[in-house]
């Protein structure tokens, strides 16, 4: 089965920090540039970060450039987000997104999300 | 303030149709392929509609995708109480150096 779980969330203290895990399943996720999309509550979809398949080429949304470090492990099947400096802003649910072989051009495989909370 | 303009909401009857409008310009929409999701209440996203037009498997062909300029358009026909969902549109922004996402629409079945 074709599988993104991510893990990692939890309640956290502005200033803090979190690292956020997704495990990939059921296909080759090395083949893939990956992204970490969020979702504030109640709120629409904000694309955060992408890795290139070798991690050789990253990017970032503006609001998170200097304070989020996106990561990836192929020989683990992993994703990684390193949060830093968290802000209640950052609040959300965290998605790890892929493409897929029927397309490179969007999101065909996503996880079931991973809850931030930045609070005091 | 998303760079991908949708419409917050549409609705119509069972069995109508409805039209989901996504406004973008030259640096997204213009130049890269849309692809459309779906969010049901309290569930991860699901790719609805790739590369502007095209169904992933399993996918009813009430669901239709298209681009014209910088402009894209999802359509459901036949609308059932199922389709009950938010809706977004996304694409890469090359000015941006991101992927954006319309503000999503909400879809309800009167």
């Known amino acids: 089965e074709v599988q993104l779980v991510e893990s990692g969330g939890g309640l956290v203290q502005p200033g803090g920090s979190l690292r956020l895990s997704c495990a990939a399943s059921?296909?080759?996720?090395?083949?893939?540039?990956m992204s970490w999309v969020r979702q504030a509550p109640g709120k629409g979809l904000e694309w955060v970060a992408n890795?290139?398949?070798?991690?050789?080429?990253?990017n970032y949304v503006d609001s998170v450039k200097g304070r989020f470090t996106i990561s990836r492990d192929n020989a683990k099947n992993s994703l990684y987000l390193q949060m830093n400096s968290l802000r209640a802003e950052d609040t959300a649910v965290y998605y790890c997104?892929?493409?897929?072989?029927?397309?490179?051009?969007?999101?065909?495989?996503w996880g079931q999300g991973t809850m931030v909370t930045v609070s005091s | 303030q998303s760079v991908l303009t949708q419409p917050p909401s549409v609705s119509a009857a069972p069995g109508q149709k409805v039209t989901i409008s996504c406004s973008g310009s030259s640096s997204n929409i213009g130049n890269a392929y849309v692809s459309w999701y779906q969010q049901l209440p309290g569930t991860a996203p699901k790719l609805l509609i790739y590369?502007?037009?095209k169904r992933p498997s399993g996918i009813p062909d009430r669901f239709s995708g298209s681009k014209s300029g910088t402009s894209a358009t999802l359509g459901i026909t036949g609308l059932q109480t199922g389709d009950e969902a938010d809706y977004y549109c996304g694409t890469w922004d090359t000015s941006l150096g991101a992927y954006v996402f319309g503000a999503g629409t909400k879809v309800a079945v009167l």
């Open positions: 890795i290139k398949q070798d991690g050789s080429a990253k």
């Open positions: 059921g296909f080759t996720s090395s083949n893939y540039w």
């Open positions: 590369e502007n037009n």
């Open positions: 997104a892929s493409p897929s072989h029927i397309t490179l051009h969007g999101f065909d495989i």
